[in-house]
């Protein structure tokens, strides 16, 4: 006969559909909190003027990110600093 019953074969459906939805319910809850932080920390600190454009202003508020040639670490463009070792292009 078959090696797996039924109930073994419902089982595993089960299982499988438990971890999908945890998964997906894991990545809604991180995408979730990220939205959270962003929103926030733009909230938090009005620049420019008021009739700056919305578009703009989120413009404004993204640094960019440069990698240190070093150590490989990402530090804001805007505020590069030092990783502490002696050759790091950075100041600190
Ligand atoms: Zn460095």
Request: hydrophobic share 35%.
């Amino acid at each position: 006969m078959f090696g797996f019953s039924l109930q073994k074969l419902l089982f595993t459906g089960i299982v499988i559909a438990a971890i999908f939805y945890g998964f997906r319910w894991f990545t809604e809850m991180q995408a979730r909190r990220e939205r959270d932080v962003r929103t926030r920390s733009n909230g938090g600190k009005p620049r420019g003027s008021a009739n700056a454009g919305a578009a703009k202003s989120a413009e404004q508020d993204v640094e960019t990110m440069i990698e240190c040639t070093v150590c490989g670490s990402f530090v804001a463009s805007g505020s590069a600093r030092s990783c502490g070792r002696e050759d790091c292009p950075y100041p600190g």
